[in-house]
Each structure stands twice: as structure tokens, then as C-alpha cells.
């Protein structure tokens, strides 16, 4: 698909001084491959961070152009707890490579949401992402993790899991591809 | 590589639907023919170049009216090099690709509509974002206001030239080495492609998108021999008046040419973002090995005068066919292995055979004595016809001229001028708009002269 996202670039660089506008829809390249649900099970008085992450592409030839802004348009998870009664909240980041998404300082945090028993309880995501990470969004492949950051107060185990169903991030540059 | 073949196919997508603009009026430094809309009263320019006849009719200026020659005032180009001063060109945005501010649009509409003359509207240049969705499954390219850009039909650039006309003769004879260049590349999106660029269409998993690349380029030279003459007169045989022939016969020797045919494109599989997609090219390339083609045509013009009234049909390269006797003819696939292009000679020292488009001019011109002058002409220089229809109105010192035409893009355009005669020196201004841009609206530039009589 390089090829004819390449060929893009040629067509948005006809457009002068707008925007190059990507929306990826993330969601899509994790749906049914199990990437899409964070199991978790946080242990009484204790805290977890069970994760998933996913790699992303974009269009290559963007290396030189400048990022204005990175947000999520859309993004949902269905928190579907089984058991216990705790928090779980849910951190976004992006970093160049698999194992750099570990260390990555969060894009996107999202607050903590009570959940207690068997219920579902869906999560938006939505928001701009942190400006530090606006350069990797130039390259043609970054990687994304989404940790869910449980807390169980209590004395019997949290478990559930998170369950993504929609991600779309929207990707504003100003094209620099020559 | 991959990435080159589609990219450079698109590349000329955008660019090269403007290409083909009527060049009879944008380059024309006479700024008394950009305000009769394209249109020449004289007895030069295009008629003497597409009509064998014109060569034995006299260009007279005191009867036409016409300057001997223009020398243009270039506003424009003073506009320009304010805008872009010389000393700065390196670092210029118009020329910087690397800078944030690079528009090619911009650059392209200068080179499309060189800045000599005054551009009271410029074209506009699209700025608008532009809005990929991109999924696992989907792709849609919203390319906004310029998907206008993105042409409806075939589209391409050519031309026909005689780069010079060596020779001389007598008697209405005359023998001549002529070169010839003759160059046509045409490009037709299929329209799955039209759509995803024209209209946003979502790329369909299992579908192909492709452009047919048709192009051809040759050259040489053609020993020439033609005649034209007056074959009747008018009573007063001292006027223009008559019936005039011209024919030319030439035997074309061409020195080089090359023919490339066939699609690029890819086909995407059942999910879009799942695998690379299958990269489609398979074209043809002839060219020649020796300057060894030959091949035999001929022009014919007619014209004919009588008092103020004048009319011409020229026609050109008639049954010009060239055969080149040593031709290679090459495969050039897309190798997915390897990712690479590769060519292969499928056969070498054949045959092969060219044509020459024909072209053509008719025009018509009335010179009422009242100081009026009305004229058109239909021009086709090998890729698409241009009308003009244009007046000149003369009282006194003052001329006041207006005329349309309709360009190779079948658009209408429109002209209107004023001239100042003063004795041997003239000035004239002539405002017409024009679509030698990358936009699909008019532009108007004024045109300014100083005219020798």
C-alpha cells in the first residue's frame, strides 16, 4: 500500500499551503486479531497495568513536514468487569518502536472509572495528544500501547477485561515531502 | 521503485491536465492579439505557418494594419522579480521545496503562464486540506477543492512543431530542409481511480486502479519542395486580389523517436491495508536504433483575397507516415521480487511506423475601410482545436479591439485592448482572461506593447 500512499503525497503537495489530514482508524487493524482487549486481573490491595499495543502506518514521505496536532476523534473502550470492585483507568502511548511504547511517557490519560461487579461500563477516549510525540507522527510506522492502570482497593481480585471499540486518531500536518 | 511508479504517474495526474492550453495567445508578445482574444489580422504568425498558400501573399503592414513588430512591455515580468528578487532565488519559497511555504501549484502556474505580462487577476492557487481516512480496510483520499485538478477524460501534452525552414527558390518554387518535432503524451485514468481522486470514492478491497500511459516523441528533418503562387488576380493586378495555391511535398528523415504504451497501476487485494498491493506495469517501449526513418507528406493551402475580404485553409502533414526500418522494442514489467523495473527486448532491428498529426488552420478576415477589421481562425497544432474571433476598430490615432476565443479546453475566453498610434510608434494594451493555470477559473492579464510601424 506504500506505493499508492506515496502517490498521495504527490496530490497533497498540489494543494500548497493546506493541510494533510490523515484519520486512522487504529481500531481497524486490531479488531479480532486479540489486540483489541486488555485482559486484566489486579489482586485485593494491589494496582496492575495490563497492556496491548499495535503498530501503525502512515504514509512514508512526511519525515520533513511539521505535526500541528495529534488528537483522538473517536475512541471508545468497554470496560467489562467480571468481578471486585476497583478503578481502572487508561493511558495511551506512542513511541517509534514496540519496546520504546513501554517507557513512553503517556499521550493520552485517561481518568480512572469505578468498576464493581459484573457490569460493562464504556470508557470514551477522546482528546488532543501530547505535543512531544507530534514528530513520530511524521514517520511512515509508530507504534501505539494502551495500558489499562487498575487499582483494587478492596479483598477479592478485579478482573474483567477492556475491550476497544473504536480508536480513530486525527493527524494534522503541514506537508513538507519534498 | 514501487513507490516511483505510481507516484510519477500521479504526479503527471496533477500536473499534466494544464498543460495542454492553447499556446496560439499566451505566448505571443503582441499585446494587439491578446485583446482581439487570440485572434491575428495579420498576414504572419499562424497562417503562415499552417497554410503552404500564405507564402506567395504579401504581408503588407500599411494595408493590415499591422506593425511591423511588437516589443512587449513586461510588467509582469517586473512584478515578479519584485516579488522574487534574483539575488534571493535560492532561498525563495516558490523555488524552495523544502520551505513550508513551497506551493508547486504556484510554481506550476508560472511556468504554465510565464510572468511577462501584468496579471490584474491571478489564478487561484488551491490551499485547501486535504483529508485521508485510512483503515484497516479503507482508504478515502478527500482531496477537496482540488479535486478539481483530477481530469474527467484523457489528458496529455503535444505539440507539432517546424523548428526551422531552411531554403530558398524562385518562381513560386521553393526547396527547403525542414526540421520536425512532434511529441504527444496522453494519460486516461481508468475510473475506479477518477473516482477515489475526483470524488472521494473509497478504495474497494479486490479492485485495480490503473492509467494507460500513451506517449510518443520524434524528430528529424524533411527535405521540402513546395510552391505557392497567385493563380488568378483581381482587375488591378498590383493588389493582393486572386486565388492562391501552396503545396509542399516532403520526404521526412527521421533522426530518433521512442513510443511508449501500456498501464501503471496496482491492484489492491481483499483487505487494503493487509498485503502490498500488486503493482501493475506492463508497458511497451519502442524506440528507434538508427536515424532511419522515412516516410513521405505533404501540406496543402488555399487563400483567397478579393478586396477587403480574405480567407485560408492550410492543412499539414498530410499522410505523413513514418517507417522506421530498425526498431527495439522493450517489455518493461514491475517485478514485485526485487522490487524493481525491469525491461526486456522482445524484439530488436524490426519495423516500425509513426505518424505526424495533421494540422491545420482556417482563417477569415475583413478589412471593411472604415478603419474595422474583423477576423477568426480555427488552429490545430497537433493536440486539440483553438477558435479565435476578434475586431479591431481604428478612428483616428485610437484603436479599440475586443474578441473570444474558445481554448483547447473548450472554455470560452475573452479579450478587449485600446491602441495609441503616434507616426511610426504605436502603444497598446490588451486585457484577456486565460486558464493557463492549474485552476479551473479564469485569470485576466493585461498585456502591454509598444508597436513599430
Redesign the interface.
Known amino acids: 500500500m506504500k506505493a499508492f500512499a506515496s502517490a498521495l503525497l504527490v496530490v497533497v503537495a498540489a494543494c500548497g499551503e493546506g493541510k494533510a489530514i490523515f484519520n486512522v482508524d487504529v481500531y481497524s487493524f486490531m479488531a479480532g486479531t486479540g489486540k483489541d482487549t486488555i485482559p486484566y486481573v489486579i489482586p485485593p490491595s494491589s494496582s496492575a497495568s495490563p497492556s496491548t499495543f499495535q503498530r501503525i502506518l502512515l504514509p512514508p514521505g512526511f519525515g520533513s513536514s511539521i505535526v500541528d496536532s495529534v488528537k483522538i476523534t473517536s475512541g471508545n473502550v468497554n470496560l467489562i468487569n467480571s468481578g471486585g470492585t476497583g478503578t481502572i483507568g487508561l493511558v495511551l502511548r506512542f513511541a517509534a518502536d514496540s519496546a520504546g511504547t513501554i517507557t513512553a511517557p503517556p499521550a493520552l490519560s485517561i481518568p480512572a472509572t469505578a468498576v464493581t461487579g459484573a457490569q460493562t461500563v464504556p470508557v470514551a477516549i477522546s482528546g488532543d495528544l501530547s505535543p512531544t510525540i507530534n514528530a513520530l507522527f511524521t514517520r511512515d510506522t509508530l507504534w501505539t500501547r494502551i495500558t489499562a492502570t487498575g487499582t483494587n482497593p478492596g479483598l477479592t481480585p478485579v478482573t474483567g477485561k477492556g475491550a476497544l471499540t473504536a480508536l480513530v486518531v486525527r493527524v494534522v500536518l503541514q506537508d513538507r515531502i519534498f | 521503485m514501487?513507490?516511483?511508479?505510481?507516484?510519477f504517474?500521479?504526479?503527471l495526474?496533477?500536473?499534466a491536465p494544464l498543460l495542454p492550453r492553447a499556446a496560439s495567445a499566451q505566448f505571443s508578445f503582441d499585446a494587439r492579439r491578446y485583446g482581439m482574444g487570440g485572434v491575428s489580422l495579420s498576414r504572419d504568425g499562424n497562417v503562415r505557418r499552417y497554410n503552404a498558400a500564405y507564402r506567395a501573399v504579401k504581408n503588407r503592414s500599411n494595408l493590415t494594419g499591422n506593425p511591423k513588430f511588437s516589443i512587449p512591455i513586461p510588467f509582469g515580468l517586473i512584478d515578479f522579480i519584485k516579488d522574487h528578487p534574483l539575488n534571493q532565488l535560492g532561498s525563495d519559497p516558490m523555488f524552495d521545496?523544502?520551505?513550508?511555504?513551497?506551493?508547486?501549484?504556484?510554481l506550476m502556474n508560472v511556468i504554465l503562464n510565464p510572468p511577462i505580462f501584468y496579471e490584474i487577476k491571478k489564478p487561484p492557487?488551491?490551499?485547501?486540506?486535504?483529508?485521508?481516512?485510512?483503515?484497516?480496510?479503507?482508504?478515502i483520499?478527500n482531496?477537496?477543492g482540488?479535486q478539481v485538478?483530477i481530469p474527467e477524460q484523457k489528458f496529455g501534452l503535444g505539440s507539432s512543431s517546424r523548428l526551422l525552414d531552411l531554403g530558398g527558390g524562385f518562381g513560386g518554387f521553393n526547396l527547403s530542409v525542414m526540421g520536425f518535432l512532434q511529441y504527444d503524451v496522453g494519460f486516461s485514468l481508468d475510473s475506479n481511480l477518477r473516482a477515489v481522486?475526483r470524488e472521494a470514492a473509497p478504495?474497494q478491497p479486490d479492485s485495480s486502479?490503473s492509467v494507460l500511459i500513451d506517449a510518443v516523441a520524434q524528430a528529424g528533418f524533411a527535405p521540402t519542395v513546395g510552391f505557392a503562387g497567385r493563380l488568378t488576380h483581381g482587375p488591378d493586378a498590383a493588389t493582393d486580389d486572386g486565388f492562391y495555391l501552396g503545396g509542399a511535398l516532403h520526404y521526412y528523415l527521421g533522426a530518433t523517436f521512442g513510443r511508449g504504451t501500456g498501464p501503471a497501476g496496482?491492484t489492491?487485494g481483499d483487505t487494503?491495508?493487509k498485503s502490498?498491493?500488486t503493482?501493475l506495469v506492463n508497458d511497451t517501449l519502442r524506440t528507434s536504433n538508427k536515424a532511419n526513418g522515412h516516410g513521405v507528406g505533404g501540406d496543402v493551402g488555399v487563400a483567397w483575397i478579393s478586396g477587403p475580404f480574405e480567407v485560408g485553409l492550410g492543412v499539414n502533414d498530410i499522410g505523413a507516415e513514418l517507417t522506421w526500418s530498425d526498431t527495439k522494442v522493450q517489455q518493461i514489467q514491475y517485478f514485485t521480487a526485487g522490487d524493481s523495473l525491469r525491461s526486456s527486448v522482445i524484439g530488436n532491428h524490426v519495423e516500425s511506423k509513426t505518424k505526424l498529426p495533421i494540422t491545420y488552420v482556417a482563417n477569415a478576415a475583413l478589412r471593411m475601410g472604415t478603419g474595422t477589421t474583423v477576423g477568426a481562425d480555427v488552429v490545430n497544432s497537433g493536440r486539440g482545436t483553438v477558435i479565435h474571433v476578434g475586431a479591431e476598430q481604428r478612428v483616428g490615432l485610437w484603436a479599440v479591439r475586443g474578441g473570444v476565443s474558445r481554448d483547447q479546453r473548450k472554455r470560452m475566453q475573452f479579450g478587449v485592448g485600446g491602441g495609441l498610434r503616434l507616426g511610426p510608434l504605436g502603444v497598446d494594451v490588451g486585457l484577456f482572461t486565460h486558464g493557463n493555470s492549474?485552476s479551473s477559473q479564469r485569470a485576466v492579464t493585461m498585456a502591454t506593447a509598444i508597436s513599430i510601424y
Open positions: 514501487r513507490t516511483g511508479v505510481v507516484g504517474a500521479l504526479a495526474l496533477v500536473l521545496p523544502k520551505s513550508t511555504a513551497f506551493n508547486p501549484v504556484a492557487e488551491p490551499t485547501n486540506n486535504v483529508e485521508l481516512t485510512i483503515g484497516k480496510n479503507q482508504l483520499v482531496l477537496g482540488s485538478l481522486l478504495v486502479y496496482f489492491v487494503i491495508f502490498t498491493p503493482i492549474l
